[in-house]
């Protein structure tokens, strides 16, 4: 894989996603054999979003690799307070450092800040758009569950703003996966998404009842409906108590249904799906670290 | 041109004439090429003149101004019939057509509020063009109707 950036979903291919997924099981099998890997090398975080997860995993990933980070902190006790522009920013850090992460609350961020940047950069999220290195985990989760053979995929919650979900989506494509969407009708796929889609000639449904294609998925890809997205607290009770699963929803699964969720939940996945053998997302939180290990070693190596 | 549409707008001695633009899309024309008259420009508009071919058309004369293919073809978005005659000497010395380009740089403004090209960041918007519509290549969003609505205004 040679890519000096890595923005969009979109721009991997499978070859380059399988290239990330075999290096990531080599680590997770022998994480030693990588341990002064990239003694010396420096990561530079920004994030002007919160982050738990992806920047810990982030942080955690490229630390076993022998390397460290620089983290630009709260977006509260930086320069950006004082007015810089993102622009600024990134030209400044990337003298900092070897790599840069970042998430941004704003579309096209990421793509915007390569522009200005000479070392690579990774999108850890940007607003609405996209976020390809939680896709290159969920693909880790799915080939080590389900596998890539012959996959009906249900992806359910927030597609329209879900950035996972639309990274997931294009990178499906290149598996031939057959795709359902499940969402309230507000939520559904933004229109570049489906076209991206069409475009590729992939296998999708929409649907707004999760009941319909339940006892034909391999996975179920569960996000979070947040109440910011509705005019009214009880608008948002209503719509969100849908789509809601709990160990009676999958009881008319298939046994080996594979259920992820990017996290953080609130009440989207009961509580009584952890003590299933569909729950998956826990260990799904887990694979961020030797796929984002993996993701830095490769990219890292390409520019050494 | 008829000897009728010669009365209306009259002849350049050196420019561009921007034929067959659809009717009523005149001065967002002007707007995407970034004329405002502010930097003294001569400039004659036709609105809504009778047509064989469309109906009805609008017509832009700009006087001492040789606008290139690349500048045109934008217009192609709002008017694609339109017609380029580069005129010297009273003479019409070029005439194309408005081609489809298929990037659009600092033309359109991105309707997405929460697109970065929308900020006070040092990037143009950037729009390539689809069969049908424009993408953000920003932040992916598509345009499809009233393209003319999103014409950036500095």
Same mark, same amino acid.
């Given at each position: 894989m040679r890519h000096d950036h890595i923005i969009s979903a979109k721009q991997l291919s499978r070859a380059d996603i399988e290239s990330v997924l075999d290096r990531a099981a080599e680590i997770a099998a022998d994480p030693s054999a990588v341990a002064d890997r990239h003694a010396g090398k420096l990561l530079g975080m920004l994030f002007f979003e919160p982050s738990t997860r992806t920047k810990m995993s982030f942080s955690a990933a490229m630390k076993r690799l022998g390397g460290d980070i620089v983290d630009m902190g709260p977006v509260d006790q930086s320069s950006v307070k004082k007015g810089e522009s993102l622009a600024d920013t990134v030209r400044v850090v990337e003298g900092y450092a070897d790599a840069l992460v970042m998430r941004h609350p704003l579309e096209g961020s990421a793509k915007m800040a390569s522009d200005f940047v000479d070392v690579p950069l990774i999108n850890a999220g940007d607003g609405a758009g996209q976020h390809p290195t939680q896709t290159l985990l969920d693909l880790h989760t799915i080939r080590e569950s389900a596998g890539f053979d012959d996959l009906t995929v249900g992806i359910m919650g927030d597609l329209k703003y879900g950035r996972t979900v %639309?990274?997931?989506? $294009?990178?499906?494509?290149?598996?031939?996966a057959t795709q359902h969407f499940i969402s309230p009708e507000s939520l559904q796929l933004p229109r570049s998404v489906r076209y991206d889609l069409h475009e590729t000639g992939a296998s999708m449904r929409e649907h707004t009842e999760l009941d319909e294609v339940l006892p034909s998925l391999?996975?179920? /890809? @569960?996000?979070?409906?947040?109440?910011?997205?509705? =005019?009214?607290?009880?608008? /948002?009770?209503?719509?969100?108590?849908?789509?809601?699963?709990?160990?009676?929803?999958?009881?008319?699964?298939?046994? &080996?249904?594979?259920?992820? $969720? =990017?996290? =953080? !939940?609130? &009440?989207?996945?009961?509580? &009584? @799906?952890?003590?299933?053998? $569909?729950? $998956? /997302?826990? #260990? #799904?939180? %887990?694979?961020?670290? =030797?796929? !984002?290990?993996?993701?830095?070693?490769?990219?890292?190596?390409?520019n050494a | 041109m008829t000897d009728d549409e010669e009365l209306r707008v009259s002849k350049i001695t050196e420019g561009t004439v921007i034929d067959h633009i659809t009717g009523g899309q005149a001065l967002n024309v002007l707007a995407i090429l970034g004329i405002d008259g502010s930097r003294g420009e001569e400039v004659s508009v036709g609105m809504n003149v009778p047509s064989d071919r469309l109906g009805r058309k609008d017509i832009v004369k700009v006087e001492g101004r040789e606008l290139s293919q690349d500048e045109v073809d934008v217009l192609s978005l709002i008017a694609p019939a339109a017609t380029i005659n580069i005129v010297r000497d009273y003479d019409v010395i070029e005439k194309h057509r408005v081609e489809r380009p298929e990037q659009v740089v600092g033309v359109l403004e991105c309707p997405n509020r929460n697109c970065i090209t929308t900020k006070s960041e040092p990037v143009d918007s950037h729009f390539d063009v689809l069969d049908e519509g424009v993408r953000c290549a920003y932040c992916n969003t598509i345009i499809r109707e009233g393209i003319a609505d999103h014409i950036q205004v500095d």
């Open positions: %639309h990274s997931l989506a $294009h990178a499906l494509t290149t598996f031939d391999d996975v179920l /890809y @569960v996000t979070r409906i947040q109440r910011e997205r509705f =005019p009214d607290e009880n608008e /948002y009770r209503e719509i969100a108590g849908e789509y809601q699963i709990d160990a009676e929803t999958l009881e008319a699964a298939s046994d &080996d249904l594979v259920v992820m $969720h =990017p996290l =953080p !939940r609130v &009440d989207e996945i009961a509580a &009584d @799906v952890d003590e299933t053998t $569909h729950a $998956h /997302y826990f #260990q #799904q939180a %887990h694979n961020g670290v =030797p796929v !984002r290990m993996a993701l830095l070693d490769l990219i890292l190596e390409g | -």
